[in-house]
């Protein structure tokens, strides 16, 4: 038991350079949270479920963050700081890492009868603060969810997801096969790729701002010439 606590703990330390020791990071919010989690967790597969609720309450006013005690949650799962919530069919993999004021959320099913509503989060993925995944969607190994994206259909393997709504982007192999991108947010090509129609938007409008300004220069021309005619007339 205290060789997988002292994993966990260097785990979250390989992912985050702030804590000194293993001790600094047992007091953090995301450790807690989780610990109450597995013990919601048992409950609310022993059907016992206001304890389960009792105990998610209690680690919500304590850490500020709302595990649903349905919620399946892998090996190494690290929420940095807090305000996350989690949805109770939510799944979610082994090596994870979610930042801040994070949502998996659901969808209010049509018939009105529960079931999977929740994202499904597979290994080694990153979720960038702000980010909010929604509905039954699968969320591929290794893609990174950039910072306030928006994602509501299936994320590939391995992709970065940007945006509102979150589009994919192209990422480089030796991105790809970093084993851990801060806030899952590369600051670089991928980003600067992802603009390639924004680029042509901008291009378009420089254009018609060039023509504008040679029609303002034209009908100035004329304007001039005119008021030298009329001068030209009244002189003589």
């Not at 709302?66 to 082994?94: M, R």
């Not at 980010?131 to 910072?147: D, L, S």
């Not at 090509?189 to 680029?199: E, H, I, M, Q």
Request: net charge negative; glycine share 10%.
């Amino acid at each position: 038991m205290f060789d997988r606590l002292k994993s966990y703990l260097d785990s979250i330390r390989a992912r985050d350079p702030a804590p000194r020791s293993r001790w600094e990071v047992l007091l953090y919010p995301g450790v807690w949270a989780l610990g109450f989690h597995r013990v919601a967790h048992w409950l609310f597969g022993a059907q016992l479920f206001f304890l389960a609720r009792f105990v998610n309450h209690f680690s919500r006013l304590l850490t500020a963050i709302d595990i649903h005690p349905g919620a399946t949650i892998g090996k190494n799962f690290f929420i940095d700081h807090g305000f996350t919530v989690i949805g109770e069919t939510a799944e979610i993999g082994d090596n994870v890492t979610i930042y801040q004021c994070v949502t998996l959320g659901g969808t209010n099913p049509t018939n009105g009868i529960g079931g999977k509503r929740h994202p499904t989060i597979h290994d080694n993925v990153i979720i960038g603060s702000g980010a909010q995944v929604i509905g039954p969607i699968e969320v591929g190994k290794r893609a990174r969810i950039g910072a306030n994206a928006v994602v509501t259909e299936d994320v590939p393997e391995g992709a970065t997801m940007i945006g509102l709504k979150a589009r994919s982007t192209l990422v480089p192999a030796e991105e790809w096969i970093r084993e851990f991108i801060p806030y899952g947010t590369p600051c670089d090509d991928p980003c600067k790729d992802s603009s390639a129609v924004g680029r042509d938007c901008v291009e378009k409008l420089e254009s018609e701002l060039a023509s504008l300004r040679a029609e303002m220069a034209e009908l100035r021309a004329l304007a001039d010439d005119r008021e030298t005619a009329k001068r030209s007339g009244t002189d003589s």
